[in-house]
């Protein structure tokens, strides 16, 4: 089976660096796509960024364009998101996330399979 270990969340002040890591572990992951979403207090669970495994190129959502990097590591199997220039708007448990790559990069939970347990950002202002 699929598991997913995310960790790296902190606190950190307005304008500062956070870096995630997703440790993923149970099989070859050359099919999948590998995402990251964020959950805020009171909001739903929205996208932030996806790669395929067999790319290079992650697709972003438009509030992190730009400032948050997802890439991934084959040999390490592992995933990370590079935040910088945060913000308090960003503060919210980040979730590593992966599906079948047939979906593409796609920005709907709903077509996630597997999830890490989430790991707390908080943006100080």
């Known amino acids: 089976q699929v598991q997913l270990v995310d960790s790296g969340g902190g606190l950190v002040q307005a304008g500062g660096s956070l870096r995630l890591s997703c440790a993923a572990s149970?099989?070859?992951?050359?099919?999948?796509?590998m995402g990251w979403f964020r959950q805020a207090p009171g909001k739903e669970r929205e996208f932030v960024a996806a790669?395929?495994?067999?790319?290079?190129?992650?697709h972003y959502a438009d509030s992190v364009k730009g400032r948050f990097t997802m890439s991934r590591d084959k040999a390490k199997n592992t995933v990370t998101l590079q935040m910088n220039n945060l913000k308090p708007e960003d503060t919210a448990v980040y979730y590593c996330?992966?599906?079948?790559?047939?979906?593409?990069?796609?920005?709907?939970?709903?077509?996630?399979?597997?999830w890490g347990q989430g790991t707390q950002v908080t943006v100080s202002s």
């Open positions: 996330a992966a599906g079948r790559a047939s979906m593409g990069t796609s920005r709907n939970r709903y077509s996630y399979n597997y």
């Open positions: 149970g099989g070859t992951f050359s099919p999948y796509t």
């Open positions: 790669i395929l495994w067999s790319d290079i190129a992650a």
